[in-house]
């Protein structure tokens, strides 16, 4: 990715805005929460939230955690059962997450979920991720701020040590109070996905024992035919049968293209909605070669998932 010119902001109104403008314009802004530093990103943007995996190196689509202002915000994107309604009520603002089904009508992009119809939500307590929320006025998505494999970092100093020249902006909010990430809690019972700055014991306190995580959908982007659509996926195809549809990369002939233009951001972008839009005609899909660099590789990984047998 080329070298950005990252600007360093403070927490002050008009520094804030700065940002705000950033993200306005799906640019990726660092910033303070409770827990780690949060990448930003518009979260009904896709090619934003694209940039912040290429940003991020991840080799594959994790889903990202959405930050909203509160509880109504929340309500506007997912749909709450009582225990998870008793959750929120009691931790946010602060550092809990939890794993909702999308509301119909969301504005959410696909990336941020990686094209599950769940999305996982969270009311940050930092003064300044609330300031800037409040301020920008939709959903953030973002997470934590350090390139892929490295630990989470908790000051600006750690932010810019990993991203500078791949972010915008880095606001500096000063070393965060928790310095581990959100806990991160889903499904009906609610089950333990993530453990992390909201003891399990408080959680417990208040709704019971939590479902342990691994058997559920701890980590989606782990399991082989997650993804999988309902149609049969054939990848690295460089011509189709007459039953199949192509999804195409760069410039060729196609049903739906990722990218004209060869570009893994925009193909990024466009791949859960497209290959939901070819499932829905219900026949085999076959897809063109992606280069195996940059996002190529979570790309890649995402198709391969789609295709494996199941
Ligand atoms: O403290 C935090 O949670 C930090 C700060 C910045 O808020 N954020 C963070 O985000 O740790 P991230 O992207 O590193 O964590 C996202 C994790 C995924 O790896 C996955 O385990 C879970 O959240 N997740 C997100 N969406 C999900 C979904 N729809 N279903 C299941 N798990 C989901
Ligand atoms: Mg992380």
């Known amino acids: 990715m080329d070298q950005l010119h990252t600007e360093i902001l403070a927490s002050n109104d008009s520094d804030l805005i700065t940002a705000t403008n950033f993200l306005a314009n799906g640019r990726l802004v660092a910033f303070p929460t409770e827990t780690v530093y949060g990448l930003g990103a518009d ?31 929340a309500k506007k994107i997912a749909v709450f059962n009582q225990a998870e309604l008793q959750l929120a009520k009691a931790f946010w603002p602060g550092p809990l997450t939890l794993v909702l089904p999308l509301r119909s009508g969301h504005n959410i992009a696909p990336l941020v979920s990686a ?37 989470s970092p908790t000051t600006a100093a750690h932010v810019i040590g990993s991203l500078s020249g791949k972010v915008a902006a880095v606001i500096d909010g000063g070393p965060c109070e928790v310095g581990l990430e959100s806990t991160i809690v889903g499904g009906a019972p609610t089950a333990l996905l993530r453990p992390g700055g909201l003891p399990v014991e408080s959680i417990e306190k208040l709704i019971g024992s939590l479902r342990p995580a691994g058997k559920t959908i701890t980590a989606p982007g782990q399991l082989t035919s997650h993804y999988a659509p309902w149609a049969t996926v054939r990848i690295n195809a460089v011509n189709t049968s007459p039953e199949e549809v192509m999804l195409g990369f760069g410039p060729m002939e196609s049903d739906l293209n990722l990218s004209i233009a060869g570009n893994l951001i925009e193909a990024a972008a466009n791949l859960f909605g497209h290959l939901h839009h070819l499932d829905r005609l ?29």
């Open 43 to 73: 979260a009904t943007n896709n090619v934003a939230v694209a940039h912040v995996f290429a940003a991020k190196g991840r080799p594959n689509f994790n889903p990202l955690i959405v930050h909203v202002t509160d509880l109504n915000a």
């Open 115 to 151: 094209g599950l119809n769940s999305v996982a939500l969270r009311v940050p307590a930092h003064p300044v991720a609330r300031d800037l929320l409040r301020k920008y006025g939709g959903p953030i998505a973002a997470p934590s701020a350090n390139i892929s494999g490295q630990i």
């Open 282 to 310: 219900r026949r085999p899909i076959a897809v063109a070669p992606v280069p195996e660099i940059g996002l190529g590789h979570a790309i890649n990984d995402r198709l391969k998932r789609a295709a494996a047998l199941r």
